[in-house]
């Protein structure tokens, strides 16, 4: 079993940036594909951006892609969502999730894969 922990979540003006991070328990993390995911309120769970096992992939939501990047250090058992030129709308509560996997270059993009999640951590971006 793997345990997360988000962190670096906050209040930022439109066009700032924030990184955030999650930090899993487990020696078997390099094992597992990861991602992240928000939920805005009254909106269901969203895809954000997802991560293989190997680092080998990565892949973005399109509402994302250039502004936010994934990464992921196996050694520091640590994944990172760096997130820049944040706009209102990606104001939500953010979660890392991570899926026990021997794909190495394998992505997952729906809730339903992953069974395992942080208890999230809030991003507000004021306009």
């Known amino acids: 079993q793997v345990q997360l922990v988000e962190s670096g979540g906050g209040l930022v003006q439109a066009g700032g940036s924030l990184r955030l991070s999650c930090a899993a328990s487990?020696?078997?993390?390099?094992?597992?594909?990861m991602a992240w995911f928000r939920q805005a309120p009254g909106k269901e769970r969203e895809f954000v951006a997802a991560i293989s096992w190997s680092s080998i992939r990565t892949y973005h939501a399109d509402s994302v892609k250039g502004r936010f990047t994934i990464s992921r250090d196996n050694a520091k058992n640590t994944v990172d969502l760096q997130m820049n030129s944040l706009k209102p709308e990606d104001t939500a509560v953010y979660y890392c999730a991570a899926h026990r996997t021997y794909n190495s270059g394998t992505l997952y993009y729906t809730p339903s894969d992953y069974e395992y999640w942080g208890q999230g951590t809030q991003v507000t971006v004021s306009s």
């Open positions: 487990g020696r078997t993390f390099s094992s597992y594909a």
